[in-house]
């Protein structure tokens, strides 16, 4: 399959200036390398050889699908990253899922080159034992959409075939900024409307988003369309200062205010209308030279840390709430929760169901700030309790309103007092639920007044 790549390669170099191409003899020896590792504009058919060749060499961890086809055919390759031995992680959690493409722009390189270098790396440090990768494949899929617009690649255009620029071909505040060429519709064209399916069907519930461009070195989060802050503002500056202190001094900034007024981009879009946190980052716009042989992994090494950061890390871009305790006393009920997340939730309530899963109770919604422990105090004047019931949280796990919901038990270990101050006990599931207990009070009553009858 190499030699096919090289072949590839050959044509591809043809077309080049002699003073371009030329390089000394250790270079030659080393000629063709890895298509994107030696700087050549990889091409539509290279890309499609690498990845089936991934595939074919690393089933235990690359799953290899096409989303569907360019305006003109070609195939959109979505490259699946996760040790698929295993469905979940070893305590059973379903695994995270961290969502990248790259290539809206046909003539931005560099971004298209992260996105594969981002899939490589988790392949080869897979294959060499690296133990970060192995954390992460074990406990996240890692799904990879290298070039979207193989039209606009292969003849070196910012737009697909029919003109249309796909950073402003979705549908989130599609053509309300000042842009150009937008397309007839959102979604008009067949690249964005395969990305937008894939994201709706396979990935609804990524954990993160980030999409790879080329042109300014910076990484942007949503707003375009405004400059004010998104609902998850902590999110992103904490991101950003963690980033900044130890990994690199890339700028990070609200899309409007770091870049320009921007509608109908896939990061908005991700971000309003299926609720991720996502990012795009901008590789600088320093292309690279045809033919010469700086190594991608030199080139984009301070870039692929950052990548590295978000997805080792991907864990806590949402709302992780833990309830310590719980206390019912004087039709009040007050739990201390956690949240070791990095974002808040606005939209969050105590719930109370019966073996079954069907809810008896539920408390009004209520906010945890990321990062924080709380103590609320809930109005439980309406609370019935059965012998077999359990305690859940439902929640949102971050601010903006597109995020998902999820419900979660609530430890049967977390302390559950009942009563005042004064006459507090502790009950739990099982043996300390409250039938049981007034059940064996009831017992050792009975016992006692018949030990009082005999000793008569």
């Avoid at 981009?265 to 590789?283: A, H, I, K, L, Q």
């Avoid at 990321?370 to 105090?377: F, K, L, V």
Wanted: proline residues 4%; aromatic residues 10%; glycine residues 6%.
């Amino acid at each position: 399959m190499r030699v096919a790549v090289g072949l590839v390669l050959c044509l591809l170099l043809s077309g080049l200036p002699v003073a371009s191409a030329q390089s000394d003899s250790n270079e030659d020896t080393a000629w063709p390398g890895d298509p994107i590792d030696s700087h050549v504009h990889m091409t539509w058919a290279a890309l499609t050889l690498e990845v089936n060749e991934w595939a074919d060499n690393n089933p235990d961890i690359v799953d290899l699908v096409s989303v569907g086809e360019s305006e003109l055919g070609k195939s959109l390759w979505v490259v699946r990253l996760s040790d698929w031995s295993v469905e979940t992680k070893a305590n059973g959690n379903a695994k995270e899922i961290v969502y990248i493409d790259g290539g809206h722009h046909g003539n931005e390189y560099l971004g298209t080159s992260l996105a594969w270098l981002t899939a490589k790396w988790y392949i080869d440090g897979w294959a060499e034992g690296k133990q970060e990768v192995i954390d992460v494949l074990q406990n996240t899929e890692v799904h990879v959409l290298i070039m979207l617009n193989p039209d606009g690649n292969d003849i070196d255009t910012r737009w697909n075939i029919n003109q249309v620029d796909l950073n402003r071909n979705y549908d989130h505040y599609w053509n309300t900024c000042p842009t150009t060429q937008p397309g007839s519709s959102a979604f008009s064209e067949s690249e964005t409307a395969a990305n937008s399916a894939y994201m709706n069907t396979e990935v609804p519930d990524a954990d993160l988003y980030v999409t790879m461009h080329t042109g300014v070195w910076i990484m942007l989060y949503p707003w375009g369309k405004w400059p004010e802050q998104p609902a998850d503002w902590e999110l992103y500056h904490q991101i950003r200062e963690d980033v900044n202190n130890d990994i690199s001094s890339i700028p990070i900034q609200n899309a409007n205010q770091g870049l320009y007024p921007n509608c109908g981009t896939s990061r908005d879009y991700g971000y309003g209308v299926m609720g991720y946190p996502t990012f795009t980052f901008e590789t600088d716009d320093e292309q690279f030279v045809p033919g010469s042989v700086e190594n991608l992994n030199e080139r984009l090494a301070e870039e692929l840390d950052v990548m590295k950061y978000l997805i080792s890390n991907v864990w806590y871009w949402r709302a992780r709430l833990d309830v310590q305790s719980l206390e019912i006393s004087d039709d009040e009920i007050t739990i201390d929760v956690s949240n070791y997340g990095q974002a808040s939730t606005s939209n969050v309530s105590l719930r109370y169901v019966d073996v079954n899963g069907e809810q008896l109770w539920e408390s009004p919604f209520f906010a945890v700030n990321a990062t924080n422990s709380s103590m609320i105090a809930l109005d439980g004047k309406n609370l019935s309790m059965t012998d077999d019931g359990s305690w859940e949280l439902y929640y949102q796990v971050r601010v903006i309103e597109s995020s998902r919901w999820v419900t979660e038990p609530i430890n049967a270990s977390v302390p559950v007092i009942i009563g005042s101050e004064e006459d507090n006990f502790l009950i739990g599931y099982g043996l300390f639920n409250p039938v049981t207990m007034i059940a064996g009070f009831a017992a050792i009553a009975a016992l006692l007044q018949r030990e009082e009858s005999d000793e008569e």
